[in-house]
């Protein structure tokens, strides 16, 4: 089969299916980094101190839901593929699949480094550790901005 | 449903009554006490030396005790923990509830077995060390200093290091007239006696020595190797069974454990009492007390102190709090058992300040509907319901945690309240659905920020109200009424244009929020000393349009967490769902409770601290800064027990 051929018949599909792996792919990536760090980070505190293991996890989780959204966003597509989409069915799809894929990539790291910075609030004031947690969901607003984006474009298939 | 409203307490008495006056204060933990301010000159003060480094150091043996034999004594569960409520005690039983003489007593034993346990570990180590050192040598059946001091014969035990080509033990070997026996050999290196005539060139051999790096042996016992290894295990099994014999006494120690929890309390207790001296005044002659209490528990209070202190003995003034002392009065938040769990969510940000609004009612309203849309689902609902419901009904919880669960605990029927209008149970459709949160994402995302709006509208009539309050209407004008007419306004104006297709109505809309934006300007300029800075004030508060934008869009968070919690578990259905029916029914099943209990907690993790975002910043952040004082009253510490009035 031709090159031409194949994406005339399949191009939308393939397309489709590419964007679901860009949802899911990089913003797992930023959410793999950014759960990462924070989990060394609070290894080493709970090391010292036992008892905040609960609080610990919950800033180390706050990075995590990134790739939860670009999970959503992939489920969503991948719902939505047929082996007869048009192309340009697919190539919305491959567009939807990108502003929670590279939102949530670099979103989470950088809530992952607030996060982690967030443990220190934890170690020293526990009473404040919701400031730590304020700081962290401040970024997570714009993966927030970039599931929604995704979100209504899938809706324009 | 508000901030309590205080009076300030202020009580005169003898200084011999000083103990029992603050112990009663303390068991009915009500007062909050206030420094009071007086010049040096007209009153000897005393106490103010006091020393209580002493006291903190005897709490802190006490808490180090308790410490070591938590470590042992074998602690209750979470669940145990909490079936029954916290034994009960006041001041005077709590003082008999535990002997001095023993505690003290205890707190030594505790210390020396602790010490012996930290020998014998260090012993323990010691042994280690030791028999790996000699346990390759065991094989030698003379003693390393005998053959030291052999006649003819130079005698050297040591080490040399492993090679693949044996040159270092080839340098050895090449050295005339040496004998060398190999007692082992390892990985690491070659064990070896050197034995070697006396009259030999002793500066030729210690070149060859260098050569093959040998290390010589230190042997510092009596015995010989084999016997030492031998000893060296009967000690190590003394000391174990000495170490498992304290470790059995110390599990033993329940009781004790108690008694120091007890005579921390009191302790504690005293230590607080002690440090209100440098609050409150105390002379050869006098004792003074200022502070301040709930209105409605002042009769009470006088009556109790009457029933205390002699008639004649003291006075106690009660006056109702003036306007200049409105800044150090505290703040205590009274509300109705349903809004009360809310509290703590306006405490984490701040305490009001006493002339301020309480917005915990507020808070209440709209966290309440916030979570509800973010979880949106009933099955989650419902199991939080009986989650919260348990651990309320049959655990004896502390004040702060208990406040916390009731939360959830009010929290769950909105949660089941939108699950039911989103018609998701555990991510399964029922058909009680009134919206498709998938298929009509745009409108729960109108709504969401519609939601937004009235939200921020309301911080914006908070301030207004607030700045009423405090006397400054000008502000209230400035920061509160125009700048929700401004977006009333805007609103109005976006209306007209894009629904009813009117240039009326948009021109009014416009037109208004022109009037109120000029109306900030106006009063900037007025309401500032310096006038030029107060244009340039005026003009940054209306660069501030750009973040109500920014709040608003905030609000979508509202739709999109719904939407993510729900396709997740739609997502986890499906998978489960795709298994083969063998496995469905096993595997699947366990599966299916490990994935949705994960996506539970991630979207009632995801709801509390957004909610909490959108509350602290997008509504606080517009009238709310939260700089007062907390009421804090003088109690006990009651990690361990409550105190109560005897």
Avoid: C
């Amino acid at each position: 089969m031709e090159w031409g051929q194949f994406f005339s018949e399949y191009g939308g599909l393939f397309f489709g299916a590419l964007g679901a792996v860009v949802a899911v792919v990089f913003s797992g990536f930023g959410s793999a980094y950014g759960t990462g760090v924070t989990g060394e980070a609070a290894a080493a505190l709970t090391k010292e101190q036992p008892d905040k293991f609960v609080q610990s996890l919950i800033l180390q989780l706050l990075p995590g839901t990134q790739g939860l959204y670009g999970f959503v966003i992939g489920f969503l597509i991948i719902g939505g593929l047929s082996m007869d989409m048009t192309l340009q069915q697919g190539l919305i799809y491959l567009v939807a699949g990108i502003p929670v894929g590279l939102v949530g990539w670099i979103s989470g790291i950088h809530q992952g480094r607030v996060a982690t910075a967030g443990l220190q609030i934890l170690a020293k004031r526990p009473e404040n550790v919701v400031n730590a947690i304020i700081y962290a969901i401040m970024v997570e607003t714009y993966a927030i901005l970039a599931l929604i984006a995704s979100f209504l474009l899938i809706n324009l298939v | 449903m508000a901030i309590a409203k205080m009076r300030k307490l202020s009580l005169y008495t003898l200084p011999a009554f000083e103990n029992e006056l603050l112990e009663h204060i303390q068991e009915l933990k009500g007062v909050h006490i206030d420094k009071i301010e007086v010049e040096e000159t007209v009153f000897e003060q005393l106490g103010e030396d006091i020393n209580t480094l002493e006291l903190e150091q005897k709490i802190s043996e006490l808490q180090t005790a308790q410490g070591i034999l938590e470590k042992h004594v074998p602690q209750p569960s979470f669940i145990q923990k909490n079936r029954s409520p916290k034994p009960t005690y006041n001041l005077r039983e709590l003082k008999e509830a535990y002997d001095v003489a023993a505690v003290n007593d205890a707190v030594t034993l505790v210390y020396t077995l602790r010490d012996r346990l930290n020998e014998i570990d260090i012993r323990l180590d010691e042994i280690e060390s030791e028999r790996e050192d000699i346990t390759p040598w065991q094989k030698i059946n003379v003693h390393p200093d005998r053959l030291e001091k052999l006649k003819n014969l130079q005698v050297l035990i040591g080490t040399i290091p492993q090679a693949t080509d044996r040159r270092y033990i080839h340098a050895l070997e090449a050295f005339e007239g040496l004998e060398i026996s190999e007692i082992y050999q390892n990985q690491e290196e070659h064990g070896l006696i050197l034995a070697l005539p006396k009259n030999i060139d002793m500066k030729e051999f210690n070149e060859a020595l260098i050569e093959s790096h040998f290390e010589e042996w230190q042997y510092e016992y009596d015995e010989l190797p084999q016997e030492k290894l031998a000893n060296l295990s009967i000690e190590e099994k003394d000391l174990k069974a000495e170490e498992k014999n304290i470790q059995g006494s110390l599990r033993e120690k329940g009781d004790v454990l108690e008694q120091l929890r007890l005579a921390e309390e009191y302790e504690y207790a005293k230590l607080l009492r002690l440090n209100t001296r440098s609050e409150s005044l105390l002379t050869n002659y006098l004792f003074v007390l200022s502070g301040y209490m709930e209105a409605d528990k002042t009769a009470d209070f006088s009556k109790k102190m009457n029933d205390v202190l002699p008639e004649n003995a003291y006075v106690l003034e009660v006056s109702d709090v003036s306007e200049a002392d409105e800044e150090t009065v505290p703040t205590l938040l009274t509300n109705n058992s349903i809004t009360e769990p809310f509290e703590e969510l306006t405490l984490m940000y701040g305490t009001p300040n006493y002339n301020e609004l309480d917005p915990t009612p507020y808070v209440m309203v709209f966290y309440s509907v916030f979570y509800g849309m973010m979880m949106g689902d009933l099955g989650y609902g419902l199991l939080q319901w009986i989650g919260t419901f348990l651990l309320l009904k049959f655990l004896h919880l502390d004040d702060g945690f208990k406040k916390m669960v009731k939360m959830f605990h009010i929290l769950s029927y909105p949660t089941m309240i939108v699950g039911l209008i989103y018609g998701s149970f555990f991510g399964v459709t029922i058909p009680t659905q009134l919206v498709n949160i998938t298929e009509q994402a745009t409108e729960v995302l109108v709504f969401s920020i519609g939601l937004g709006i009235i939200h921020i509208l309301s911080g914006l009539v908070l301030n207004a109200v607030n700045q009423f309050r405090q006397g400054n209407p000008g502000g209230a004008i400035k920061d509160g009424i125009s700048w929700i007419v401004i977006l009333l306004g805007l609103i109005i104006g976006a209306a007209g244009t894009m629904l009813f297709q009117n240039e009326m109505i948009s021109n009014i809309g416009f037109g208004l929020s022109l009037v109120a934006a000029l109306v900030i300007l106006v009063l900037s300029v007025v309401l500032s000393q310096n006038k030029f800075g107060g244009l340039a004030a005026g003009v940054y508060d209306l660069y501030g349009i750009s973040g109500y934008i920014g709040d608003m869009v905030s609000y979508s968070r509202l739709m999109a967490l719904g939407l993510s919690g729900s396709s997740i578990a739609v997502a986890f259905n499906m998978l489960i769902g795709m298994l083969p029916t063998p496995y469905k029914f096993t595997i699947g099943v366990v599966l299916i409770i490990v994935l949705q209990l994960f996506n539970m907690f991630l979207s009632v993790l995801s709801a509390y601290v957004h909610g909490m975002r959108l509350i602290f910043v997008e509504f606080f952040g517009k009238f709310f800064d939260g700089t007062g004082t907390a009421f804090k009253p003088l109690k006990g510490l009651e990690k361990f027990i409550n105190i109560s009035e005897r």
